[in-house]
C-alpha cells in the first residue's frame, strides 16, 4: 500500500482566500493506493482559475485528458455566462438593464435559488448584491457604512424582487442579483455530470471549497477529504467519502478589520444588511447536489447552530460539520462511520436524528 500526496491542493487553499467559498480543505490529503506487483495508478491533473478561485481537478483511468479538459471549458462558460462581473453575461445584462432573455440554464437556476430562499427563510438570498457591494469586503476598499446606507438597501432585498417568466427575467428598480453564492455548486454538479458522460469513475474535484469525489479512489476505499481548523493552519477533522459532493462556509477566511479593530467578516445576513453574527465558525455540507449543498452552507451558517440543526432534522437529505465558536464539532449520524481523524482541541459531538 502505497502512499500519493496530491499535489498542490494546499497552497491552492491559501489562495483561494480571493475565492467565494471559505473554504473546505482543498481536499484531498492523501491517497491510498494498491495495485499488483507494487505499481501504483498515476492520476491525470488539470488546474485553471475561475470564477476568483483556483480550481484542481484529478481523475483516474484511461482517456482522463479529455475528459478533464471538457469539464474546464464547461467551467470557464459558465463562468461567462453566469458571472455579474463578466460584461455580456446573462447576470450582468440583467443586473444592467433591469430585464434581460436569458438562457434556459440561466432561468432555471434562478428559479431554483429562488426556491432555496424560500426554504431557508430567505437566509440564502442572491438579492444582496447591492448589500455586499456597499460593504466592500470581497474588494479591495472594505468599509463599514453607515446604518442608513444600510437601510436605503434593505428594502431591495428579497425574492419577490425577481421575477421569472419562462426565459424572461425582471427585476424591481434598484435591485441587483449575484449567484456566486451557488456558481460553483452548479459547476461541480455540471462536471459530475461531464465525468459521468466521458466515463470517468474515479475522480477529486476542487473548486475553491466545493468538492466533488467520483466514485472512489481506485482501490476502492473513499476519498480523504479534509475540513480546515478555522482557527489555525490545520485541519479540524477528515472525512472518507464516495461520490458526494462537499461546500464548506465560513467568515475566518475572507474579512477586513476596520480602524477601531472590530473585525468584519464577509458573509452578510440578509434580515440585517450586516455581517452575520453567528455562532458558527464553519459549516459543512455534504450531499447528493452540489448547488444545494452550496445554498445551505451559507444559509445554515447565517442561521447559527441551534436553527441549523433544527433545519437539518426537518429535511434530512443532506449531512453536515458545524463548527462551533465554543470548541465543538457537530456532526450528523450519516457521517459517523465516515470520520477518520479528528482535532484534539475540538470535542466532537454526534446529533440524533
Known sequence: ???????????????????????????????????????????????????DTYMTLTAY???????????????????????????????????QDGRAQVSEETAALVSGALAWSEKTGGLFDITIAPLVDLWGITGDSPRVPEQSEIDALLPLVGGSHVHVDGTNLTLDDGCRIDLGGIAKGYASDRVAEILSEQGVTSAAVSLGGNVYVRGSKPDGSGWSVAIQDPQSDGYALTLSLKE???????????????????????????RTG??????????????SNGT????????????????AVSFWRSQQDFDMVLITRDGRIVCTPGLKNLISNTEESYVCQILTA
Open 61 to 95: 483511468g484511461s482517456a482522463t485528458s479529455d475528459a478533464l479538459a471538457a469539464a474546464s471549458q464547461e467551467i470557464n462558460r459558465l463562468e461567462r455566462e453566469l458571472s455579474r462581473t463578466v460584461e455580456q453575461s446573462d447576470i450582468s445584462r440583467l443586473n
Open 1 to 51: 500500500m502505497g502512499l500519493v500526496h496530491i499535489p498542490v491542493f494546499r497552497e491552492f487553499q491559501q489562495l483561494a482566500g480571493s475565492a467565494g467559498k471559505n473554504l473546505l480543505l482543498s481536499g484531498l490529503l492523501l491517497l491510498s493506493l494498491s495495485a499488483c506487483g507494487g505499481r501504483e495508478e498515476q492520476p491525470v491533473q488539470t488546474s485553471l482559475f475561475a470564477m
Open 292 to 307: 444545494m449543498a452550496d445554498a445551505y452552507s451559507t444559509a445554515l451558517y447565517v442561521m447559527g447552530e441551534q436553527d
Open 274 to 287: 450586516a455581517p452575520a453574527d453567528s455562532d458558527l465558525l464553519s459549516v459543512t455540507i455534504i450531499a
Open 244 to 270: 458526494t459532493f462537499a461546500v464548506t462556509s465560513g467568515g475566518y477566511q475572507r474579512y477586513f478589520t476596520a480602524e477601531d479593530g472590530a473585525v468584519y467578516q464577509h458573509i452578510l445576513d440578509p
